[in-house]
Structures are given as structure tokens and as C-alpha cells.
């Protein structure tokens, strides 16, 4: 009899290592055992699962690669219910495009050339420890998940975060250490080059970011070994593919086109230049493209990628060879400048920045606590005080297209500004307005989001935010060949699609408050590295020279439209007073002075309104509501009853007082009503409070149309001969008893 043979439901590898202390774990098998490639990944107590599906087959007209990258956080993942209506997770949030993005840049390069099958890499976040972030595990898993699915990925990568902690580099920071940081760098390479680097930094050296990129990069190769011995584990059989040969296409067209192709790009001007580029185009495929009457030519696929790779031969060709750029200027120039501050009068600050062909209208307004940003995440709720968004719209380019949502790339181009201000930005207690930036980018060709980061800090300090430092930016770009390497300053845009790498550096004259980095060949050095630093900082201080020329220091004061706020504390005991039931009376505070008021739990109170006097009439009310009156201080009151012995009248929020009809007039009243009456504003004194807690007010001290209190003359002393008698022979008409209030004066 046969013996049975035991099935396998799961046929699980693991790979562990201990990686800044906690344990990193890749598992494959156990998992999404359809897709090509899934990598179940643990880090710490955060677990996330990647997965890679790949077309067998290139759709037909494909002219370029389509990798698509889809980041998601999985609310149940920290044990939350999404907000809104619907109660579950929707279009992907600004993070999750921004590590889809993450993860896309160092692994698009490391596909062959001329491979264009579908690539989708899905990851999930399934657990969150709420210390270790995501993302990094996320870039690590779509790694794996890569190596082990057969694709033809010339990986591994591996990424990490580094922190900078009271002066040393930390690697992998847990959340709450990222809070006391001066840096936040993600660096993802190969083991033998670094691919991408993201960061927001606190005005830190070149050195300072250089050595933490080197520090990133030899972090990552314990990883890259690893995600290798998972590979020789599990991994599947590699596909087969073979980069498509064209040098006999490429022959033919630049037979027809090189010599147009070179006219073009000796015109500096961007749309003289691309309207050659269009013609040559058209009539080398014309002559040599499949159509009808040449149903033998090339494929519009082919014929695209031959023509571009005979524009980079061109542009590539000058620049080593020569030194001299499209536009004929020197590696190192940066393109002419012109900055201008306080264009939009009635906008609370603006500017228009242009550097060349790239321009960017950048607007700032000032808003109060109700405007904060209100963002669910999977560590909890925050609340963004500074907003920035980029807007690229067709026109900037001078296309027609669609205009909808936010794309990926301004969500991107976006946060890399946001980044690059942030470390400039003035303390809440000090400027309590939530800040928004906007930047409409009127022109591009080269490196809109850092013509962004100059134009909003223009802007900025226009709108009278009183920012530390005005900051620049620039991207670096490079040309790297068997011929040599070029650094090039303040790339246009065909020398950033044409060249190998774009590399944004933005920061102050004090240092680097943002740094990115994409390369489109297999890595870079640090000698690169360190060179386009050098560079940069020459440029980016450069630029900053000539944003002084509009505005070097922030406005003294906010701009007439913009919103005053001022700020008060109160006692914790005495919000609900402030608040009302139900809100009842914080609504009728603004209803009636038309400020703005916002409460937060440790008493401070932020009052806002545009008109100063909204502001006086609010924080007064307030001022009433919460404080308690001094003795000896002058109000101005209204009578609420008027009765034989006197007047109450209502003089500090809510508290009455009594007005004796003897305190009324420095002479006799027969009744209080000869005096005042029900409705009457007066002007009263704090006495004091008798034994039962009586209020005692007077009137007769103060001057009823200036509030201010009558000048008193000192009392008489008495004689000092033998009988003690007075000085003054006068005796009082008749005998009365003296108010308390007199006889405490």
C-alpha cells in the first residue's frame, strides 16, 4: 500500500536579523501566495504585507514604463474607525500618496532599459506599534517582494531612516525620538550606491547631511544581504528579458534628424526650441514611421524611444564635451532672477518669483485656530498650523489638459516646499496664526517646487510672518558617461528628463532645511554627493542675494487685511464660564462684538477679528466673565433697579452693586430717582463688600462724564494745645452718622 504524502498548505520562508535594536522580520509563502511576489514584514510591533503583480506581456503602443505604487493604512491597524459618513477608508490620503512616491523613486531606475510590462507593488499596513513608522518597512518589503517575484529588478534596495539627536546620528528613530530631532532623513540605495533621499532638516551643515546620508547608506547593507538570503530561499525563476536593440533604428533617424536636433537645442528660448524639436520630430516620422503608405517603418513605441535617446545624446554630447548648457551657460550659473514682493495689495502677502523660464505667484494668508488642518492618522489626530499647496496648472507649460484633483506630483512638489519652510517657521506661542501658502506656478522649465520655496518665503515675510530666515532653493543635476561627469546648477527641464539625476537642496544661510535627491541611473557616489553640496550651497546663497532685493526681513506688522489676533489666559475653573451651556455664551460674544474666539483646554483664549475694536469689546467681555473686581478701581456700570434707599447697578459682567443714595451727589437727595434712573449708564467706584458680602459702590467721588475720580482734599488735622480743640470754629449744620465708605477714606 502507497503511503499517503502529507500536503503543505504553506510553504513559509523567514529572514531575521536585529536592526537598531528590534528585530526585522521578512516572511514570504504565508500570504497573497497568487500575486508574483509578497513579503509579510515586521518591525518592532508594526507589521505591513507588500505585494508585486507583474504583465507577462508589453500592451501594445507602450512608450513608457508603468509601475504604479500603491501605499495604504489600514485604520484597523491601530485599532480606529475612519471618520465621515461612510466609516471607511477612501481615496488615498496625502501621506500615502507621499510614501507611495517614497517608494516609487528608488525602484523605478533599477528596471532595464526598454521594459515596459505593468508593474503594480501594493503595500498595507496591518498593524502599527505606534514607535516605528511604516514606511521605511514598507520600502524594504516592496523590495523583497521584487526580488523573490522574478521580475527583472536589478535590486535589492534597502532604506532607513536617521535621525539627529543631540549631535549624534540615530538610526531608525522611534516617533516619539523623531520629535526632539533636527533631522528627519530617508535614504534608500543599493549596496553599492545611493538612489534617493528625502529630508526635512533644522539649518544643518553639508557636512551634517552628507555624513548622515553615508551613515543611511552603510545602515541599509545588513538589510540588502538579508533580502538576498530570502531570495536564494524562495525566490522564483527569473524572467527572461532581453533590452531591445536599436542601433540600426537609431542610425536611421538620426541620419534624418541629428542635424535639426542639434539646431534646436542652440536656441535658448524653451518654446522656439521645443517648436524645432516638434518639427524634426514630425518629419523623421513622416519619413521613417509606420503608416499607411510604410506599413514596414517603426513603431511609434521605437520610434520614441530612438528620438529621445538621440536628444540626450545631443544634450549629453555638449555638456561633457564643451561645458556648455542648452542655454549656454556655465555649469555652475544660475539662470537671471527677479523677485517682487506685495503684488496682490489686498491678500494678506504675496510674491512673483521668476528664475528664467520657471515662474511661481506665491500668496500667504494668515488665518486663526478654527482654520487648522484637522488630519486623521493612524498614531491619531493632528493639527497642521502651516498649509502649503502647489498648483501646476497647463498653461505653465504651454499645454492644454485637464484640470481636476490633486495630481501625485503637486502633492510631492507640495510637501517638498512645506519641508523646506518649516524649519524657519515661528513659534505658536509667538505668531498664533495658522499660516497657508499657496503657489501658482505661472511658468516652468526647471525646478518649480524650489522657484516655490523662494517665492512663499517672499510671501511670508510680506504677509508680516516673522520667519527666523528667508529661505532659497535650487536643483542640482548631473551628466554621467564613460566620457565624464558634469554637476550641473539650476537644471532646465530637458536637463533634468534628459540627465541622470535632479537633486533639490533648500535652506537659509545658516544651513539645509530640506534635501531630495532622484537619480535615474543604478546610483551615486559620495564624491557626487559632496560636489553637488558644494555646489548648491554657492547657488542657493546666490538666489537668496536676490530675493533680498525685494524683501531681506519680515513686515513689522501683520498687513491691513489679515486678521489681529491677541491672546489671554484665564483660569482652567473659569472656562465653562467663558463656554456657557451649550456654548450659549461664547455664541453671543461673537455674535455681538463679531470676533472670533477659540478656547483650548489650559485656559488660553485666542480672539481674532480684522477691527481692533471687536477685539477690545471681546477680550473685555471676557475680561468680565472671568476676572474679579478690585476695590478702590472705577467701572462703568448700568442701573438695573432703582429703589428708596439707593440703585443697583450692574458694573462687572454679571456682578451688581449697591449705589446708597447717600453716595450718590456730594449733596443731599431727597430720592435716588432725582439722580439716575433704570437703563442709565454710570460710572461707579469699588468701595468694598460689608460683612455679608454686599457689594458698596459710590458715585459722588467719580466724575459722571469723564469717569475719573474727583481730586480729594486731605482731612484737617486736629490741634495739638492742651484743650484739643479744633482749628476750624465751624460746627456741621446737623448731626449725621458718616457712610462706612467715608469713614474708610
Known sequence: MLKKEKYVMFDKHTVEIDW???????????????????????????????????????????????????????????????????????????????????????????????????????????????????????????????????????????????????????????????????????VAGTSDAVMMVESEARELTEEQMLGAVMFAHESCQDVIDMIRSLKEKAGKPDWEFTSPDYSAEKKLVAKQAEKAIKAAYKKTDKMERQGLLSEARDAAWEALGETEDNPEGMSSGVFGDVFKSLESAVVRGSVIKTGKRIDGRKLDQVRPIVAEAGLLERTHGSALFTRGETQALCVATLGTSEDEQYVDQLTGTIKNKFLLHYNFPPYSVGECGRMGGTSRRETGHGKLAWRALQAVLPDADDFPYTIRLVSEIMESNGSSSMATVCGCSLAMMDAGVPIKRPVSGIAMGLIKDEDGVAVLSDILGDEDHLGDMDFKVAGTTEGITSLQMDIKIAGITEEIMTTALEQANAGRLHILGEMNKALDVSREDVGEFAPRIETMKIPVDKIRDVIGTGGKVIREIVDTTGARVSVEDDGTIKIASSDLASITAAKDWIHSLTAEPEVGTIYKGKVVKVVDFGAFVNFFGKKDGLVHVSQMKNERVGHPSDVVSEGQEVYVKLMGFDDRGKVRLNMKYVNQDTGEEYPREPREEKSDNAKGEKKSDKKPRRRRRKPAAEEEE
Open 20 to 186: 537598531a535594536g528590534r528585530p526585522l522580520i521578512l516572511e514570504t509563502g504565508g500570504m497573497a501566495r497568487q500575486a508574483d511576489g509578497a513579503v509579510f514584514a515586521t518591525y518592532g510591533e508594526t507589521k505591513l504585507l507588500a505585494t508585486v503583480c507583474g504583465a507577462t506581456k508589453q500592451k501594445p503602443g507602450m512608450d513608457f514604463f508603468p509601475l504604479t505604487v500603491n501605499y495604504m493604512e489600514k485604520f484597523y491597524a491601530s485599532g480606529k474607525i475612519p471618520g465621515g459618513y461612510f466609516k471607511r477608508e477612501g481615496r488615498p490620503t496625502e501621506r500615502e500618496t507621499l510614501i507611495s512616491r517614497l517608494t516609487d523613486r528608488p525602484i523605478r531606475p533599477l528596471f532595464p532599459k526598454g521594459y515596459k510590462n505593468e508593474v503594480q507593488i501594493v503595500i498595507t499596513v496591518l498593524q502599527h506599534d505606534m514607535e516605528n513608522e511604516p514606511d521605511i518597512i514598507g520600502m524594504i518589503a516592496a523590495s523583497a517582494a521584487l526580488a523573490v517575484s522574478g521580475l527583472p529588478f536589478m535590486g535589492p534596495i534597502a532604506a532607513a531612516r536617521v535621525g539627529l539627536i543631540d549631535g549624534d546620528y540615530v538610526l531608525n528613530p522611534t516617533i516619539p525620538e523623531l520629535e526632539d530631532s533636527e533631522l528627519d532623513l530617508v
